[in-house]
Structures are given as structure tokens and as C-alpha cells.
């Protein structure tokens, strides 16, 4: 699978999409980082809600 099919996943607290492509860089989290690969301690950046809080987004 390469980054360009990567799903993005929804924060359901605040609606921040977390893009593949574009990572986390704030968090050092790499453009091309699968949600999957996201550490499980990581927050949404905006709102700060665990990542558990993410769904896939459709």
C-alpha cells in the first residue's frame, strides 16, 4: 500500500481530520504515518482527545 491510499481518520470531538500525507509534524509524527503507526498516546492537536476518539473517515 503506498501513502496516496492511506485512509484519514476524523477527530468525532472536534472533526480534525488526521491526513496521512501530511502526518503530524508538530508531534513528529512523518507525512506518509499510518494511523496505525500513530503512538496510542497521541492526542488530536486540537482538541486533545485521545486517539481512540478518531474514526476512519468514509
Known amino acids: 500500500m503506498n501513502s496516496q491510499s492511506l485512509p ?7 472533526g480534525y481530520v488526521y491526513d496521512p ?3 503530524d ?5 512523518p507525512p506518509g504515518a499510518p494511523f496505525e ?3 496510542d ?4 492537536p486540537v ?3 485521545s486517539k ?3 474514526r476512519l473517515l468514509s
Open 8 to 14: 484519514a481518520f476524523r477527530c468525532e470531538e472536534c
Open 21 to 23: 500525507l501530511e502526518g
Open 25 to 29: 509534524p508538530d508531534s513528529h509524527i
Open 37 to 39: 503507526a500513530v503512538p
Open 41 to 44: 498516546d497521541w492526542c488530536c
Open 47 to 49: 482538541c486533545n482527545v
Open 52 to 54: 481512540k476518539t478518531f
